[in-house]
């Protein structure tokens, strides 16, 4: 199993990005898919999730900014990213679990990706 997140950059303060966590290997699972983002120095902390079902979920702080969703076809989950934030920047990575639902936990994921770097400027 891969996962493969691309999308990030480099965007001025208020910009959009659209991040894209492309899993391969996962053929007749019904994975959950997590978004973690962690900053220089700073722990690892989620973002977004989303159940196989469809449920999902983004974290407080970018609630109205963010949201996740997937295209199962291509077993591909999406970040988009609205209004950023300088302290939006940092790594961002998908996790996917073969439990069909999102943690909080990274630790709760059976498959990490490498990440794609955001960064924000002001």
């Known amino acids: 199993v891969q996962l493969q997140a691309s999308g990030g950059g480099l965007v001025q303060a208020g910009g959009s990005l659209r991040l894209s966590c492309a899993a391969s290997?996962?053929?007749?699972?019904?994975?959950?898919v997590g978004w973690f983002r962690q900053a220089p120095g700073k722990e690892c902390i989620f973002v977004a999730g989303?159940?196989?079902?469809?449920?999902?979920a983004v974290h407080e702080s970018v609630k109205g900014r963010f949201t996740i969703s997937r295209d199962i076809s291509k077993s591909t989950v999406y970040l988009q990213m609205n209004s950023l934030k300088p302290e939006d920047t940092a790594v961002y990575f998908c996790?996917?679990?073969?439990?069909?639902?999102?943690?909080?936990?990274?630790?709760?994921?059976?498959?990490w990706g490498q990440g794609t770097q955001v960064t924000v400027s002001s």
């Open positions: 989303i159940n196989w079902s469809g449920g999902s």
């Open positions: 996790a996917a679990s073969e439990k069909s639902y999102y943690y909080i936990d990274i630790n709760e994921y059976d498959y």
């Open positions: 290997g996962l053929t007749f699972r019904r994975p959950g």
